[in-house]
């Protein structure tokens, strides 16, 4: 039974800060976690250590658990970085899948359509992370798998605002994201790596204008500018 409670843990605390109800930045109170999950202070310290392990949680000893942070330093090396992960992944993942992967990839693209149906912009970005981690696994690469998943935290943690449109615009780039997963799909079936690297980058640069408009929000409008500091303004 403490098995079971440990991976509903594992499971419930990867979603809350994936979704963001878990904060970038913030502190797990363990004493209020174990009380929440049923769990002693032992096996909570292991689901903590791992969810370190696995980029989730920063753990400094004689200090308290936080979720992994997103300071500019991080966001800089995201961004320098998810291109070149993302299509050797997508190369390698044609070249290696499986078909049992690529059913698993065909039901994760079933969620993940459903979701940005439903206009769920946290379980849009939660099924998007599992589309993404299924290719990673389809890639069988040691090195590049872990690579994969530490990006994958901040990606969709960051991918919230693409899935929360404000615009009839931005609702079709939504949708467009559902139509490149198909394509997506098809060229890793039929280890198309040309394609399956174009179509990624594709994918990577309709979300990243959106992702960067959400680290870098637009300024302020100026009428709402006090008195005294339009005096000032240039």
């Known amino acids: 039974m403490i098995n079971n409670r440990k991976l509903y843990c594992l499971d419930i605390l990867r979603q809350q800060i994936l979704s963001l109800t878990l904060e970038p930045g913030s502190n797990l109170d363990e004493t209020k976690l174990g009380l929440e999950f049923g769990i002693s202070r032992t096996p909570l310290r292991e689901i903590l250590q ?3 392990g696995e980029g989730y949680v920063d753990l400094t000893q004689n200090k308290s658990a936080k979720v992994v942070a997103m300071d500019m330093g991080v966001m800089r090396t995201f961004f320098q970085t998810a291109p070149l992960i993302y299509t050797n992944v997508a190369r390698l993942a044609a070249e290696n899948r499986t078909s049992n992967q690529l059913y698993e990839l065909k039901q994760a693209q079933l969620s993940f359509s459903k979701s940005t149906r439903d206009k769920d912009p946290a379980q849009s970005a939660i099924h998007n992370h599992n589309f993404h981690e299924v290719i990673g696994e389809m890639a069988a690469n040691p090195y590049l798998k872990p690579s994969l998943q530490r990006m994958l935290i901040d990606h969709t943690r960051l991918s919230q605002t693409f899935y929360r449109p404000t615009s009839e615009q931005e609702a079709t780039l939504v949708t467009k994201a559902c139509v490149q997963h198909d394509a997506m799909i098809s060229a890793i079936e039929a280890q198309e ?17 959106q992702i960067e408009r959400f680290v870098h929000p637009e300024p302020l409008p100026l009428g709402i ?5 339009k005096k000032y303004a240039i």
Not at 193 to 209: A, E, F, K, M, Y
Not at 225 to 229: G, Y
């Open 50 to 52: 791992k969810l370190a």
């Open 225 to 229: 500018i006090s008195s005294k500091e």
């Open 193 to 209: 790596t040309n394609l399956v690297i174009d179509l990624t980058l594709q994918h990577w640069d309709l979300s990243r204008d």
